[in-house]
Each structure stands twice: as structure tokens, then as C-alpha cells.
């Protein structure tokens, strides 16, 4: 069981918008910054967001981010086939002094 | 630009031992926390254990008292000694590079290398 709480899996067609959520506590996502990653099929993970909603170079600003308290969410417009992946969240949490990871949203584009 | 290039990973029987490493490039790797994360096949991220540029170490309570992070600046190289392994220990190994500072992002990622534990 994972210390944050993502949706399994989530789809939507091309073209169109998704969000997908991640649920923490006081100790971990309201009290550190969120980010978020992308893994296609076989690769390592890729870093989309950081400090909850900035962009590293390269990244298009189709993909989005924002916090609110316990919970964050990454946004994605304009899908693309090719944004088929395992999409996770990751903080730090300050009671465990470790770094935890949502469970992973499975983004399928229909 | 950055390189991360794990190493170490293989089969080793249950109970056994195994010393992962990680060799750092493309950045100044004394300025850097690096962390190793795992996935075990078919699972999610699991982050294992981290250590900052000072030398601070943490682990995640999967690991700890099994597991020793470690890195040498001098060869800007990572380590992760893990000993009593069992099959829940089975996975790619990631190394990470963080943002900076222990509980910072992790920005950039190697390739990863499988560690199965089997008899």
C-alpha cells in the first residue's frame, strides 16, 4: 500500500484533457513540495513536474501541475497516443524521513 | 549532460548479498543527494534510500538495518550494499539524481538494473 493515493488508471481520448490525482497527509504532501513523473513501457521514469507545478526544459506545457493542501494533481490536455504511460507522484515525507511514491495512474489514450 | 550508469544487479539466492553501484557524470556529483529507487516487475516506484551531499543517510523501513547507502566523491560513484535478501527484494534498481537537497525532486535517472533473488 502506497503512502499516496493515485488512481489506478485513467483514460480519455485524443485531443482531450485529463487530471489525474494524488492524495497524501500533513506529513508528506502538506508539507513538501510534489512531483511528478512519466514511464513508458520499459523505460525508466522521467521527471514532468517539479515544486508542484514547474516544468524542466523539455517538457511541454501540455503537462501541468498544482497542489492544494494534501492532494495534487498533474494535468494533461491535448492528448497525444504517445502520452500512453505510467504516470507517479512523489514527495518527500518529513515524519518518515524517506521519499515516497504514489501507487501509479495508468493513462490509456482511447 | 547527465549520466547515471548502474551496475551490480544479477540473481543471488535468498539470504544472500549483492553491492549495486552507480557511476555519476555530467554534473558536479558532490553538490547532489542521490537516491535509489526500485520497482519491483509488474509494481510501482519504491523509494529505497537516500543520502545527501553531506554524507546524511535515510532509508525506507522496507530496507532498513539490511541496506547501506554510500558514495564516493572521489570517483563520483553511488553504492547501495544490500544483505539478507529476499524475493520481495526483486527489481530494477534505479539511481536518481535529486533536485539538490534530500527531499527535493528526483530529476534525472538511470537505466536501472535488475536484482532477482531466487534459489
Known amino acids: 500500500q502506497s503512502v499516496l493515493t493515485q488512481p489506478p488508471s485513467v483514460s480519455a481520448a485524443p485531443g482531450q484533457k485529463v487530471t489525474i490525482s494524488c492524495s497524501g497527509s500533513?506529513?508528506?504532501?502538506?508539507?513538501?513540495?510534489v512531483s511528478w513523473y512519466q514511464q513508458l513501457p520499459g523505460t525508466a521514469p522521467k521527471l514532468l513536474i517539479y515544486e508542484n507545478n514547474k516544468r524542466p526544459s523539455g517538457i511541454p506545457d501540455r503537462f501541468s501541475g498544482s497542489k492544494s493542501g494534501t492532494s495534487a494533481t498533474l494535468g494533461i490536455t491535448g492528448l497525444q497516443t504517445g502520452d500512453e504511460a505510467d504516470y507517479y507522484c512523489?514527495?518527500?515525507?518529513?515524519?518518515?524521513?524517506?521519499?515516497?511514491f504514489g501507487g501509479g495512474t495508468k493513462l490509456t489514450v482511447l | 549532460e547527465v549520466q547515471l550508469l548502474e551496475s551490480g544487479g544479477g540473481l543471488v539466492q535468498p539470504g544472500g548479498s549483492l553491492r549495486l553501484s552507480c557511476a555519476a557524470s555530467?554534473?558536479?556529483?558532490?553538490?547532489?543527494?542521490m537516491s535509489w529507487v526500485r520497482q519491483a516487475p509488474g509494481k510501482g516506484l519504491e523509494w529505497v534510500s537516500g543520502?545527501?551531499?553531506?554524507?546524511?543517510?535515510y532509508y525506507a523501513d522496507s530496507v532498513k538495518g539490511r541496506v547501506t547507502i554510500s558514495r564516493d566523491n572521489s570517483k563520483n560513484t553511488l553504492y547501495l550494499q544490500m544483505n539478507s535478501l529476499g524475493a520481495e527484494d526483486t527489481a530494477v534498481y534505479y539511481c536518481?539524481?535529486?533536485?539538490?537537497?534530500?527531499?527535493?525532486?528526483?530529476?534525472?535517472w538511470g537505466q536501472g538494473t535488475l536484482v532477482s533473488v531466487s534459489s
Open positions: 500533513s506529513s508528506n504532501i502538506g508539507d513538501n513540495y
Open positions: 543520502i545527501s551531499s553531506g554524507g546524511s543517510t
Open positions: 536518481a539524481k535529486t533536485g539538490g537537497y534530500i527531499s527535493s525532486w528526483w530529476g534525472d
Open positions: 555530467g554534473f558536479i556529483f558532490t553538490s547532489y543527494a
Open positions: 512523489g514527495t518527500w515525507d518529513s515524519s518518515l524521513s524517506a521519499g515516497v
